[in-house]
T-cell receptor, first 113, second 115 residues
Framework: DSGVTQTPKHLITATGQRVTLRCSPR?????VYWYQQSLDQGLQFLIQ???????AKGNILERFSAQQFPDLHSELNLSSLELGDSALYFC????????????FGPGTRLTVL | AQSVTQLGSHVSVSEGALVLLRCNYS??????LFWYVQYPNQGLQLLLK????ATLVKGINGFEAEFKKSETSFHLTKPSAHMSDAAEYFC????WGAGSYQLTFGKGTKLSVIP
């Protein structure tokens, strides 16, 4: 158990819908990363937040957005969902910007029908 | 820009045999290098990492990897495979000193262990 929690574990929805994925980092970790794992693209970095502020952006679609709240949990919002958004979404956390090791949550499996 | 190439999407070894999973990277700055393992229906677990210092790094479960700058490689080895090693393995790189340690992953290598 990495100490990172993600909810829900599974999510099934329809095209055009909007969903929110939630991540609670390990206690004390200030930095949260979101990754997408799909059969087509493999594991890709989406976005990073540090202490409530966006820190880095990767291959994140404009339909996707994220935020980190004062209690440090983070949410990834996916809207206007398409079939191709079906994937496993991972959250990872690390202590701060100077620390390189990331601890991954169990992931949320999103299925878009 | 960085990239990671893992040679072989699927590797099969016999139980007790040597495990060798290959990883080559491309990075414009000195990298940090990682190997992660993913068991079915689970998240990613860090096996080992190279940051600075000794180029041969030991990780959990008897795995080790050697950073070879001249070959831009970071191959993962284990002397004797165990059935419990069956999983998918990902090599990853992140730029040193960038302030954001976003990981760039390889496509992964699925390891099967034959009894």
């Amino acid at each position: 158990d990495s100490g990172v929690t993600q909810t829900p574990k599974h999510l099934i929805t329809a095209t055009g819908q909007r969903v929110t994925l939630r991540c609670s980092p390990r206690s004390g970790d200030l930095s949260v990363y979101w990754y997408q794992q799909s059969l087509d693209q493999g594991l890709q970095f989406l976005i990073q937040y540090y202490n409530g502020e966006e820190r880095a952006k990767g291959n994140i679609l404009e339909r996707f957005s994220a935020q980190q709240f004062p209690d440090l949990h983070s949410e990834l919002n996916l809207s206007s969902l398409e079939l191709g958004d079906s994937a496993l979404y991972f959250c990872a956390s690390s202590v701060d910007l100077s620390y390189n090791e990331q601890f991954f949550g169990p992931g949320t499996r999103l299925t878009v029908l | 820009a960085q990239s990671v190439t893992q040679l072989g999407s699927h590797v099969s070894v016999s139980e007790g045999a040597l495990v060798l999973l290959r990883c080559n990277y491309s990075s414009s700055v000195p990298p940090y290098l990682f190997w992660y393992v993913q068991y079915p229906n689970q998240g990613l677990q860090l096996l080992l990492k190279y940051t600075t210092g000794a180029t041969l790094v030991k990780g959990i479960n008897g795995f080790e990897a050697e950073f070879k700058k001249s070959e831009t490689s970071f191959h993962l080895t284990k002397p004797s495979a165990h059935m419990s090693d069956a999983a998918e393995y990902f090599c990853a790189v992140t730029p040193w000193g960038a302030g954001s340690y976003q990981l760039t992953f390889g496509k992964g290598t699925k390891l099967s262990v034959i009894p």
